[in-house]
């Protein structure tokens, strides 16, 4: 089965639960996604907080923010496009497992969960367009 | 997120309820920390916690953390199995006191 949707949110911390109860909803139109949807859904909730955190500061902004779920041919792509601060890939580190701290920790779940974590700069409309990929 | 805390024997028990994500961080830790600061034993009870993200995890990292500090101790109980999955996720669950 393939899907794609797609859906707009406003970059603030309470967005992240309407986020999650998105991507559960198409997550759950497939049977082999729905297989593994905590672990998706936390990718995806993961990245939409690192945007609310460090794309906005947690600053009140009137940008949105645009989810796109696509899954074709066992292919899964959860994309994430945000107008906030451009994010300098390199600086993005996963926690250090010896470190008992929290900084880092979504950034680590997300490459548990995720087979590529890619941020594109092909999309002229976005600052950053994040593309979190998995196959089946 | 709703919470109760409920004291007996000198032992603060946190029940926590629904999904914990950072939009109400704050509001976990305003409930525990004073506990802790009040060097009393706190047990978080998670069995009707149905998602934590890592803004959740932070919350019980800090506890655990401040508990050391101040001498006392912070116990999970009750753990839901989505939130287990997390806290193994995080390798966290030699750190953490789980029951």
Not at chain 2, 70 to 81: A, Q, R
Request: glycine residues 4%; charged residues 30%; contains cysteine.
């Amino acid at each position: 089965m393939n899907l794609e949707e797609e859906k707009d949110f406003k970059v603030e911390s309470s967005s992240l639960k309407e986020i999650r109860s998105f991507a559960r909803e198409v997550i759950s139109k497939s049977t082999v996604l729905s297989a593994c949807s905590d672990d998706l859904v936390l990718a995806l909730a993961e990245a939409a907080q690192n945007i609310v955190k460090h794309a906005y500061n947690g600053q009140p902004t009137d940008d949105l923010l645009k989810v796109k779920i696509s899954f074709k041919d066992n292919d899964l792509s959860m994309e994430l496009f945000d107008k906030g601060k451009p994010v300098v890939p390199a600086n993005i580190k996963p926690r250090n497992l010896e470190d008992i701290k929290a900084g880092g920790l979504g950034t680590f779940f997300i490459g548990q969960i995720m087979d590529e974590v890619v941020f594109k700069t092909t999309k002229v409309d976005w600052v950053n367009h994040l593309v979190l990929t998995k196959k089946f | 997120m709703s919470y109760k805390v409920i004291e007996e024997n000198s032992i603060s028990t946190v029940y926590l309820d629904g999904e914990i994500d950072m939009d109400v961080t704050d509001k976990a830790k305003e409930v525990i920390m004073p506990l802790l600061d009040a060097k009393k034993e706190v047990h978080i009870n998670l069995k009707d916690v149905q998602y934590m993200d890592s803004s959740g995890i932070s919350v019980l990292i800090e506890s655990h953390q401040k508990a050391e500090e101040l001498g006392t101790k912070v116990t999970l109980k009750e753990i839901s199995k989505s939130v287990l999955k997390v806290i193994m996720m995080a390798k966290l669950e030699q750190v953490l006191n789980l029951d």
